[in-house]
């Protein structure tokens, strides 16, 4: 299979550092924050939204393709290689969100509110982040353009504090306001599905 | 050359959408955040100084790429061949992009503050130091872009320091663990005491002249950018703990003063004079429909600082120093304690006439929700199902109260005659005539409903709340 072929010398062309670094603060922040004693459940829930910011800004930098001018002659076309990179880091990302997620479910006090719908804030992070950086990438194939990831997520912070989009567990709004984060999952993938396109 | 460059920097930063973009944003998050509530504009400040962080995260990137530029798109072999060296170029970004960061602002929180000055009515005070805060923290943010551009070669630092700066502060919402240095201290509340504003601008300016020498270290250690660096640390950390001391020293609450305002006295603090004719007006459907001399029964409404629980435990109508502009939160409470107080309800109303015509005066000033569940009357029980909205006191936590009529027991029952007198049109002129025997005590709803031209249509409990 030509794709699997290409697993391996993309991820090592992919600049993992932004991931790693992401997902070291979060799972640090995770393990020492209030140390010695038990996690307050809304501190929680605020360090899982800001491990979904982080790992979203952190992902759109494993888009940029240094050798854009040079890997547009290879046989493989370059939505292959974008979405290869999209899957890659964004599996990369699931995993480092899951491991704080565990350690702040483990933290947290017994009996405390479920905080497992904040996962879909996170997927929606980290394909916001994904999409904002796709298109300029698209442009730009310079590390700079992995910036845009983190311009749109901060846009997309700000609009959604304005709309009450981030709800508190045990509410009404948490379940409801997690059903609209959830069916706007689909629109980062069709601007990530436009601006992975060939170039020519 | 460091003046051109300078130019050239500030000007290419005041053409910036991203800039622009931000401010705009800001903006909208806080004109956002403060249409919900009546304008305190101290709490306003804190508003707008919180928003114009969009701002200063937008700076600190901006700053960061152009104090990085000379280090991408094959420039150092360009710039090589210059006369101008690097520390120039930096030199430039730590003396452009803070002002140009700072200009803008100040124009987005001007605006702001013009905008919630405007639509009125303003109760508080414009902190001008507070302002400014925010003003110094956009410079600030431009300090510390240009000095990882300098010290780290990663672009992924500065947004991933703005989020950690982010947790910092959301953690922390009252400066418990740190303090004055924090980039700012989102809650704020009356019985706090003034806020330690001055001392923080002065923390943030010399932080600010920190990151920006410390920027310029980055090509060497020459004895002006040391004594600069250390003269502002030595400003900042001792003006980082006067804020921090100064935020934990608690404070007498300012003496009252008291305004009439259609026959019931407010007694407010003094920047709260503006609030009492918003309150007047929430009150006039319920006073407008008692005789006159029924007015005299209701005591002061006193502004207090929220603190739950409390409200239950006086005979004074209560008003706070937050006020929503949705009038089923803080509105819904004053009108349920006046027209309590002015029918003579305390405790329980359950079967009793005062109950029925006090709901009718709430129903008249708003929305009449169903009775509570018998479980919902149990002070402070936890969890329990309330027919009023959790009403939130900004800083000072929140308030629920069970019913509409200031904690006092009624049933369904009430609440049914209440509408139907509400849908009667000589009901006001009916309550007037019989005001005396409708609000004694003794007087229950069956006895009442005769004098109300209302038929017997609920089943009544008569017997005294447990």
Redo the contacts between chains.
């Keep these: 299979m030509p794709v699997i072929a290409l697993l391996r010398p993309l991820a090592r062309a992919i600049d993992w550092?932004?991931v790693v670094?992401?997902a070291a603060?979060a799972l640090l922040?995770a393990v020492v924050?209030s140390p010695g004693a038990d996690l307050e459940p809304g501190?929680g829930l605020?360090?899982l939204r800001?491990a979904g910011?982080?790992l979203g800004?952190?992902a759109a930098?494993a888009l940029v393709d240094g050798m854009e001018a040079s890997t547009g002659a290879v046989p493989v076309p370059r939505w292959v290689r974008q979405w290869a990179r999209t899957l890659m880091a964004g599996a990369a990302v699931a995993v480092a969100w899951a491991a704080t997620y565990t350690v702040v479910a483990l933290r947290v006090p017994p009996g405390s509110p479920s905080l497992s719908g904040a996962a879909v804030e996170a997927a929606l992070c980290v394909l916001a982040g994904l999409a904002g950086a796709a298109p300029a990438v698209r442009r730009n194939h310079?590390?700079?353009a992995?910036?845009a990831g983190?311009?749109v997520?901060?846009?997309l912070y700000?609009?959604t504090?304005?709309a009450d989009a981030w709800p508190v567990p045990d509410t009404a709004e948490w379940d409801a306001v997690h059903a609209w984060w959830l069916a706007a999952l689909p629109l980062p993938l069709l601007v990530l599905a436009a601006a992975h396109r060939d170039v020519r | 050359m460091t003046g051109s460059l300078v130019l050239f920097e500030a000007r290419r930063l005041l053409r910036s959408p991203?800039l622009w973009?931000a401010a705009a944003?800001?903006l909208?998050?806080a004109v956002?955040?403060s249409s919900a509530w009546l304008p305190d504009m101290t709490m306003v400040t804190i508003g707008s100084v919180t928003a114009s962080t969009?701002v200063g995260?937008?700076v600190l990137?901006s700053a960061n790429?152009a104090a990085g530029r000379d280090r991408?798109?094959g420039l150092p072999e360009t710039l090589g061949a210059l006369p101008g060296r690097a520390v120039t170029r930096t030199r430039a970004v730590v003396l452009a992009a803070p002002v140009v960061g700072a200009l803008i602002a100040a124009v987005m929180i001007a605006a702001h503050l013009g905008y919630v000055w405007v639509t009125g009515p303003v109760a508080g005070r414009i902190d001008v130091y507070e302002a400014l805060g925010g003003v110094a923290l956009a410079a600030l943010a431009a300090g510390l872009g240009a000095a990882l551009a300098r010290w780290t070669p990663?672009?992924?630092?500065?947004?991933?320091l703005?989020?950690?700066l982010?947790?910092a502060v959301?953690?922390n919402p009252r400066g418990e663990y740190a303090g004055g240095f924090l980039p700012l201290v989102l809650e704020h509340s009356l019985g706090w005491g003034p806020r330690p504003s001055r001392e923080h601008l002065a923390y943030l300016v010399a932080l600010g002249v920190v990151l920006a020498a410390g920027a310029l270290l980055r090509h060497g250690l020459r004895p002006v950018r040391a004594v600069v660096l250390l003269t502002a640390l030595a400003v900042a950390v001792p003006a980082g703990m006067a804020a921090t001391a100064s935020a934990r020293s608690g404070t007498k609450l300012p003496a009252q003063v008291c305004r009439a305002y259609e026959g019931v006295s407010y007694c407010v603090y003094p920047e709260y004079v503006a609030w009492i004719p918003v309150w007047g007006r929430a009150l006039h459907p319920v006073l407008s429909a008692v005789p006159e001399r029924a007015r005299a029964r209701i005591p002061v409404v006193r502004q207090r600082v929220a603190s739950p629980g409390a409200m239950l435990e006086t005979d004074e109508p209560v008003t706070w120093t937050v006020w929503s502009t949705d009038p089923t939160l803080h509105q819904a409470l004053l009108v349920g304690q006046v027209a309590g107080a002015v029918t003579g309800l305390t405790g329980c109303g359950t079967g009793r006439a005062q109950a029925m015509v006090a709901l009718w005066l709430v129903g008249r000033a708003g929305p009449l929700l169903d009775a509570p569940p018998p479980q919902a009357w149990r002070p402070h029980g936890p969890d329990l199902p309330v027919s009023m909205k959790e009403v939130p006191m900004g800083a000072d936590g929140s308030l629920v109260v069970p019913g509409q009529l200031h904690g006092a027991q009624y049933g369904d029952a009430e609440v049914g005659y209440a509408r139907r007198l509400l849908e009667r049109p000589d009901a006001v002129e009916r309550v007037r005539a019989h005001w005396d025997t409708l609000t004694a005590p003794g007087t229950t709803i069956k006895q009442a409903l005769p004098l109300l031209g209302l038929r017997e249509e609920f089943p009544v409990k008569e017997e005294p709340c447990p």
């Excluded at chain 2, 990663?154 to 991933?160: K, N």
């Design positions: 550092l932004p670094v992401a603060l922040l924050v501190h605020l360090l800001m910011v982080l800004a952190a930098f310079a590390r700079p992995g910036l983190a311009a997520l901060f846009v700000g609009a504090q304005m | 991203v973009g944003l800001a909208a998050m956002a955040g969009i995260a937008a990137i790429l991408r798109h990663w672009l992924v630092v500065p947004p991933l703005i989020c950690l982010a947790f959301a953690v």
